[in-house]
T-cell receptor
Framework: AQTVTQSQPEMSVQEAETVTLSCTYD???????LFWYKQPPSRQMILVIRQEAYKQQNATENRFSVNFQKAAKSFSLKISDSQLGDAAMYFCAYRSAPDNNDMRFGAGTRLTVKP | GAVVSQHPSRVICKSGTSVKIECRSLDFQATTMFWYRQFPKQSLMLMATSNEGSKATYEQGVEKDKFLINHASLTLSTLTVTSAHPEDSSFYIC???????????????FGNGTRLTVT
């Protein structure tokens, strides 16, 4: 079974600075998808960024980028120019490539942004 | 973008009663929906996979008779918590993927969740 590990329960960053959230996963599959979701106090799950395992190029979405190391099974999220609105729980997630497979989540990292 | 509507957002019920939670995909069809449970300050734990027109698949340790799932159409899945007890109090979230799009281009879309409190 696939497992997702987020070793940082809490992280803090100064506004406008950069922060990196760590995520590692364990799988025997070669094709899969990785995601970062943001969950603000409203509890709504918001997709931040996604990465297909077959792509070597790291995904980027504006201020958000990932460092995907397939061999190391590592998938970290970098947030640049942090904003107060970035404060939330961040979950790393794994999904197998075949259709309809469920998503497995890490324990989450609570990010605090200091003004 | 794709929208998943979950209702109700908040419900309080008495111990021993049943509660139904609805999950609808508003602008896409979902042959499969997923039900998650989230305890305070914890991650989302998959409870079951809801399959349109067939029986749901439950994760190990999830009681099938307690958490009844029905997926009668391509846009609606329901989770019924039967004979609710205080320990069932939690945050329940559904999610769905657009069946009309390829997997690589279709992430899961989440409902806003339902906070269940059993008194």
């Amino acid at each position: 079974a696939q497992t997702v590990t987020q070793s940082q329960p809490e992280m803090s960053v100064q506004e406008a600075e950069t922060v990196t959230l760590s995520c590692t996963y364990d799988t025997s599959e070669s094709d899969y998808y990785l995601f970062w979701y943001k969950q603000p106090p409203s509890r709504q799950m918001i997709l931040v960024i996604r990465q297909e395992a077959y792509k070597q190029q790291n995904a980027t979405e504006n201020r958000f980028s990932v460092n995907f190391q397939k061999a190391a099974k590592s998938f970290s999220l970098k947030i640049s120019d942090s904003q107060l609105g970035d404060a939330a729980m961040y979950f790393c997630a794994y999904r197998s490539a075949p259709d309809n497979n469920d998503m497995r989540f890490g324990a989450g990292t609570r990010l605090t942004v200091k003004p | 973008g794709a929208v998943v509507s979950q209702h109700p957002s908040r419900v309080i019920c008495k111990s021993g009663t049943s509660v139904k939670i609805e999950c609808r995909s508003l602008d896409f069809q979902a042959t499969t929906m997923f039900w998650y449970r989230q305890f305070p300050k914890q991650s989302l734990m998959l409870m079951a996979t809801s399959n349109e027109g067939s029986k749901a698949t439950y994760e190990q340790g999830v009681e099938k008779d307690k958490f009844l799932i029905n997926h009668a159409s391509l846009t609606l899945s329901t989770l019924t918590v039967t004979s609710a007890h205080p320990e069932d109090s939690s945050f329940y979230i559904c999610s769905a993927r657009d069946a009309g799009r390829a997997s690589y281009n279709s992430p899961l879309h989440f409902g806003n969740g339902t906070r269940l409190t059993v008194t």
